[in-house]
């Protein structure tokens, strides 16, 4: 009977029932590494008919600057938690992201981004911690346009490509 119990506990376990490994909340921009201190948050502009987008706002290290960082998940009527494709189509299970760079939070910037081509996004739930809901947010590839929109030629004008990397776990404000 005892065997029978045992080997009953070793098939009921599985690897899905350990927790998660720990992550390190950060993003790489070109092979630096920065460290994420502050909670990613909603911005919501249903008025516009845009999507709903998962922002960070993340102060440069040793700057008065910040790097914001627009994740647009399009969910649909769906829940949060699930793995996304990069399109701009805006279709359901797809994402899109934009990154400006040392910006001063109203108008001033170094260089933006037109997405260009990315690995999967994947958003869990984690749970709860003091009340609050815990996501992690994983985008292990990112190829980033980066450059300025030519408002008198009305057209993208890229200065090159950068590579993005990041893993959040924390809750969405």
Excluded at 90 to 96: F, L, M, P, S, V
Excluded at 107 to 113: A, G, I, K, V
């Amino acid at each position: 009977m005892l065997l029978v119990f045992s080997l009953f506990l070793v098939l009921s376990c599985s690897d899905d029932d350990s927790p998660p490994e720990p992550i390190n909340n950060e993003y790489e921009l070109d092979g630096t590494v920065f460290e994420i201190r502050r909670n990613m948050y909603w911005e919501s502009d249903v008025e516009q008919g845009e999507t709903d987008q998962i922002r960070l706002f993340e102060p440069i290290p040793d700057s008065a600057l910040y790097d914001l960082i627009i994740i647009s998940p399009v969910f649909g009527p769906s829940s949060l938690e699930g793995t996304y494709v990069f399109s701009k189509t805006g279709d359901i299970g797809t994402y899109d992201l934009n990154f400006i760079h040392a910006t001063d939070g109203i108008d001033e910037f170094l260089w933006s981004t037109n997405g260009d081509s990315g690995e999967k996004l994947t958003i869990q739930s984690m749970g709860e911690r003091d009340g609050q809901k815990i996501y992690r947010i994983i985008l292990s590839g990112f190829n980033l346009n980066y450059g300025y929109w030519d408002y008198l030629a009305g057209q993208w004008v890229s200065l090159g490509q950068k590579t993005f990397k990041l893993s959040y776990e924390g809750p969405i404000e």
